[in-house]
């Protein structure tokens, strides 16, 4: 994306945008699991649920990440409706995605990981989970 | 004191805040830029807490302009707004800031600022109160359902649909009724601690302490409306 198209996208932040919680959406949630010596992981969320103190009100940053990324995924969302496999396959958000599971599993030994995307929502006073993506399998880099 | 010197300083404190935040991920936020610019994120923070100095001693309305582009820069990098509500709110305090600078007259940008204040929460409140699972509790507990923090037993008695009910009206009702906050000091007050229940309540159920701070800081321009006189 070219650095002008990106600051017109993002002049909205310059001007007053006061809707929030307005309409009951879905909620991505990211999961990945990986296989070490042929022996497949559970499922894992990216995001397991954060348990907040009273000095978070403070400083905050690791909900404050977790906001911004469920941000990109939504992004992906609506942006991916319009791409095919291959260009959702190299999409900045999708890429970036990639590389964070990769780096949440630097300390694991594994030889390949994936992830896929759901979409959770509330109908119905059910929350209900669509699968939306599941990515290839990313081999280990090796150093 | 000067109104526009507590806004100044609450502006500060929240984007001191903001700025650990932003260092403490300066990890993340490497890897996110594709890029090893570490030189650049140092700069970048540096300029940020040169313009934060400089806010706060109140000196010119450059000080604002330069924290605002410097801002503006950061978020880009981020693919985006950081953190929407709260970088929308940074940036209107910031513009009162400049106007109140610009002008050499502190009233026309508490003026500002207390008039997009108010329009945050009356068009927050206009947009929830046209869906009607705003009116009937469903979606707060969709919301509180779907909050990707971890809930405590006591937050789960709001869960139930009684409480979501009431809650739900009286976030309405708080949040339309907000212009009521500009006829006199008293409902100033009244209304302002209601907001800083109403931002505590988003921080402990949605993680979202940036809107805390960043509404605080922009309570003395209420406060200042109303005492006008």
């Known amino acids: 994306m070219g650095l002008l198209q990106r600051i017109l996208q993002n002049c909205r932040s310059l001007f007053p945008y006061w809707k929030f919680f307005d309409r009951l959406g879905g909620v991505p949630r990211l999961d990945y699991r990986f296989s070490d010596k042929m022996v497949l992981s559970d499922w894992k969320p990216l995001h397991p649920h954060q348990k907040l103190s009273l000095q978070n009100i403070f400083i905050n940053e690791k909900v404050n990440l977790m906001h911004w990324e469920l941000s990109l995924l939504m992004r992906l969302f609506q942006e991916c409706q319009k791409l095919n496999n291959n260009e959702l396959a190299n999409h900045e958000i999708y890429l970036w995605f990639k590389n964070r599971v990769a780096s949440e599993l630097s300390g694991q030994k594994y030889d390949w990981f994936q992830f896929r995307i759901q979409i959770q929502s509330y109908q119905n006073q059910k929350m209900i989970e669509d699968l939306w993506i599941e990515s290839e399998s990313f081999a280990r880099l090796q150093k | ?229």
């Open chain 2, 1 to 229: 004191m000067n109104s526009l010197i507590w806004v100044c300083g609450l502006f500060v404190f929240s984007h001191f805040l903001f700025l650990i935040e932003y260092f403490k991920l300066k990890d993340a936020f490497a890897m996110q830029a594709q890029a090893k610019q570490k030189i650049e994120l140092y700069l970048l923070f540096i300029i940020y807490l040169f313009s934060l100095l400089g806010i706060l001693f109140h000196s010119s309305w450059v000080f604002p302009v330069i924290f605002a582009v410097n801002y503006f820069y950061l978020i880009l990098k981020w693919k985006g707004n950081f953190n929407g509500g709260s970088d929308n709110m940074s940036f209107v305090l910031l513009t009162g800031l400049f106007i109140a600078k610009f002008n050499e007259n502190d009233n026309n940008g508490l003026f500002y600022i207390a008039l997009l204040v108010t329009s945050s929460y009356v068009l927050a409140g206009w947009a929830k109160a046209k869906n009607r699972e705003w009116w009937t509790g469903e979606s707060l507990i969709g919301f509180l359902q779907m909050s990707p923090l971890q809930k405590q037993d006591w937050q789960k008695i709001f869960l139930s649909p009684r409480q979501a009910l009431f809650l739900s009206r009286a976030t309405l009702l708080f949040e339309l009724s907000f212009p009521l906050a500009l006829l006199n000091y008293k409902l100033t007050i009244i209304y302002v601690s209601l907001g800083i229940l109403f931002h505590f309540c988003n921080f402990i159920f949605f993680g979202l302490n940036r809107f805390f701070w960043i509404w605080l800081s922009s309570y003395p321009a209420l406060l200042w409306f109303t005492s006008r006189s």
